[in-house]
Nanobody
Framework: QVQLVESGGGLVQPGGSLTLSCAAS????????MGWYRQAPGQQRELVAT???????DYAASVKGRFTISRDNAKNTVWLQMNSLKPEDTAVYYC?????????????WGQGTQVTVSS
């Protein structure tokens, strides 16, 4: 069973920065795409950023220019660098990884890490 373990969440003031990490229990090269999602209280989980095994990235409009996603397949890790944080970025952030086996796609989730942006 694939395990994804997030770390790096916490409390930060508006305008501050945080870096989230997600370590996978198996080789990250097996995941064709990895990403970060977030869920604020009372809201649906939303996509924040994704990165393919080839390094192509995609971002939600609300974080473009402020957040950067990166991955190191050798370290089985994906990061989310978050700058210029806003109170509306407050949410539980989840790591996600997907792999293909034939025609099936398997999706895995971490347990989530809380990010709170407040003065």
């Amino acid at each position: 069973q694939v395990q994804l373990v997030e770390s790096g969440g916490g409390l930060v003031q508006p305008g501050g920065s945080l870096t989230l990490s997600c370590a996978a229990s198996e080789s990250a090269i097996t995941f064709y795409i990895m990403g970060w999602y977030r869920q604020a209280p009372g809201q649906q989980r939303e996509l924040v950023a994704t990165i393919t095994s080839g390094g192509s990235t995609d971002y939600a409009a609300s974080v473009k220019g402020r957040f950067t996603i990166s991955r190191d397949n050798a370290k089985n890790t994906v990061w989310l660098q978050m700058n210029s944080l806003k109170p509306e970025d407050t949410a539980v952030y989840y790591c996600n990884a997907k792999k293909r086996r034939g025609s099936a796609i398997y999706s895995y989730w971490g347990q989530g890490t809380q990010v709170t942006v407040s003065s």
